[in-house]
């Protein structure tokens, strides 16, 4: 049986090439008539490295988040050898200088982020350096993303608006993609380590729970602004000790015997190293010690929880929800300012929620019969419960008040029958879910869903919220959209959702108190014999089905004084005691 040969002729080879040729020239000249140039593929610029060579001389700037996070980030920084300084707040003159130097199609934190950065490098301008030193001495950490919303442009917007406004060359280091933090060539500028990841972590959780717990003690402080006080105090302290503590080292603080057993095996010295320094910065003495004296401090403010106050949880965008400044219309402060206690967001959920989308990616593709790494889904499974485990000892130590990390597969479940679990964009199905989770479980009055202008997931889930307030009629939610301007119109639209949520609160107070059968006068009077009950780290029990605190704590009151009571009259009808034959 013969073959066909496979070779092709040179006849049919030069014809082919011909062909070609033809082609790509009728290309050009349809091209060249249509008014177009030649088409050049757009590449990213290669920035310049920020190179271990340049920590002793350059500064790290940090910024966007709440003064807490700032403030402990840069002492994580600093505790580890780098000169780093915290953006200031934003406020509506950044805002107005970014959307002058950069792209008006772009979401506002972007706007507020670069123009804070433009303010502070001009600063420096006037303080006598040259525009090239600033840019030689001074690069941008921040967050980088990807995904179908604006997010991931954040990075190309910065450089845009640093070019326009004359800070060209400015680097802008991204921690979430390699390539803006390592060096192309040499060692690396930033350098992830142990002690800089542990101390990162810390970092977070500690501003999320201080974030949470002074808003949940401030609107019933007896004394205005000790609680701001105090906090500064305490959020001082713990950044002291992020900043000076000791270093652990295995070999020199390790147990003896082990680092002689480990002393001439380097990947056992290694791994041990790696195991201690982690322990120590989750178990260490000093630390544990800095939480002891943080609550401490904190403890000793006095509250008054008879307060009645409609509870607000905060939803919506990361950043708008996140952020104390003009970027949300200092919605938090203004909420405050009108008898509202808020319910922050700690930004330890939105990691509960990458972690808990990978895991469920992989369930996907069993169910498509794609196979999965069973390890890799095992290490998500294990990561997921550790940081729910580790959020809520913190918050254990820290005096049990902030409130435990939504259940990311409840947010999931409840979300699913209107959001989809696997859509994509901002904070997925996070933002339905919780306002199902937080109003069907009665855990707030009203929810507050912030966000930027025009974001993209975030409409998306306003699209949806339609169907949930139809599916749950007895929800207050309200989304806010955030810009530069509108600042009257958000708050006067608040403030209308929360006079139903006042409403809503008095009358649940009205109704426990009606139930106790007692007075609001014997509630205060018991409080005033037991100055315990007037610490914020009082453990009050919650009670499913009652929303807020002041009604939390009737409940509780009433329970201590009918418990006294029957004590009172079980001692007064005892029988007399009689000395045994």
């Not at 040729?21 to 920020?50: K, M, T, V």
């Not at 001495?137 to 921040?142: A, Q, R």
């Not at 803006?180 to 810390?202: C, D, H, Q, R, Y």
């Not at 794609?370 to 499974?381: E, F, N, Y």
Request: proline share 4%.
């Amino acid at each position: 049986m013969r073959f066909a040969s496979t070779k092709t002729a040179p006849g049919a080879a030069q014809t082919d090439e011909a062909i070609r040729r033809r082609l790509e020239e009728e290309r050009r000249r349809l091209r060249l008539a249509a008014g177009l140039a030649e088409i050049r593929h757009f590449r990213r610029p290669q920035e310049r490295p920020f190179v271990a060579a340049e920590r002793d001389h350059v500064t790290i700037l940090i910024g966007g988040l709440t003064w807490k996070h700032d403030s402990l980030f840069r002492a994580v920084f600093q505790g580890n050898g780098y000169r780093c300084e915290t953006l200031p707040n934003p406020d509506v003159a950044s805002f107005e200088l970014g959307k002058q130097y950069g792209n008006h199609g772009q979401c506002n934190p972007v706007h507020f982020t670069v123009g804070s950065l433009i303010q502070f490098l001009r600063g420096l301008e006037r303080q006598g350096l040259s525009r090239q030193e600033i840019i030689d001495n001074y690069v941008l950490f921040t967050a980088g993303s990807c995904g179908p919303c604006r997010f991931g442009m954040y990075e190309a917007e910065y450089r845009y608006a640093l070019e326009n406004a004359g800070f060209g060359g400015f680097r802008v280091l991204l921690f979430q993609q390699t390539k803006g933090i390592w060096a192309a060539s040499g060692e690396p500028g930033l350098k992830f380590t142990v002690n800089f990841g542990m101390g990162m972590l810390n970092a977070v959780m500690l501003g999320d729970v201080m974030q949470d717990v002074i808003y949940q003690i401030r609107p019933f402080e007896v004394k205005p602004g000790e609680a701001n006080k105090v906090f500064e105090e305490a959020t001082n302290g713990l950044c002291a000790t992020l900043r000076d503590r000791t270093p652990f080292e295995f070999m020199r603080d390790g147990p003896g015997w082990l680092t002689r057993l480990a002393a001439n095996h380097r990947a056992v010295r290694n791994t041990l190293s790696v195991a201690f320094k982690i322990l120590d910065h989750l178990y260490g003495k000093e630390y544990l010690e800095a939480l002891e004296a943080c609550r401490e401090t904190l403890n000793s403010i006095e509250v008054d929880r008879t307060r009645v106050k409609p509870v607000v949880k905060i939803t919506g965008e990361f950043w708008a929800q996140t952020t104390e400044s003009d970027g949300n219309f200092r919605m938090f402060e203004f909420l405050e300012q009108e008898g509202a206690q808020v319910i922050v967001e700690p930004i330890s959920t939105w990691v509960a929620y990458m972690v808990h989308l990978a895991r469920l990616d992989i369930d996907t593709r069993k169910r498509l019969g794609v196979k999965a790494p069973r390890r890799k889904a095992l290490m998500l499974d294990v990561t997921e419960a550790l940081w729910a485990h580790l959020y809520s000892r913190l918050a254990a130590r820290l005096g049990g008040l902030a409130h435990r990390l939504a259940p990311q597969e409840e947010l999931a479940r409840l979300a699913h029958p209107f959001y989809h679990q696997l859509t994509r964009g901002g904070e997925g199905y996070m933002e339905v879910g919780k306002n199902v989770y937080y109003s069907v479980n009665r855990l707030c009055h009203m929810v507050l869903a912030l966000k930027p202008f025009g974001c993209m997931p975030s409409t998306q889930s306003d699209g949806v919220q339609s169907a949930v307030t139809s599916r749950f009629p007895e929800m207050i939610f309200l989304p806010i959209e955030t810009s530069g301007e509108g600042e009257v119109n958000a708050h006067s639209r608040v403030q209308m959702a929360l006079g139903e949520a006042k409403s809503r609160a008095r009358a649940e107070f009205e109704g426990v108190l009606k139930a106790t059968g007692k007075r609001l006068e014997d509630i205060e009077e018991y409080v005033s014999r037991h100055p315990e009950l007037r610490r914020p780290f009082y453990r009050v029990p919650h009670r499913n089905g009652v929303a807020g605190t002041a009604a939390q704590f009737v409940l509780h009151v009433n329970d201590l004084i009918n418990r006294e009571r029957r004590f009172r009259w079980a001692v007064r009808g005892a029988a007399p005691y009689r000395q045994p034959v």
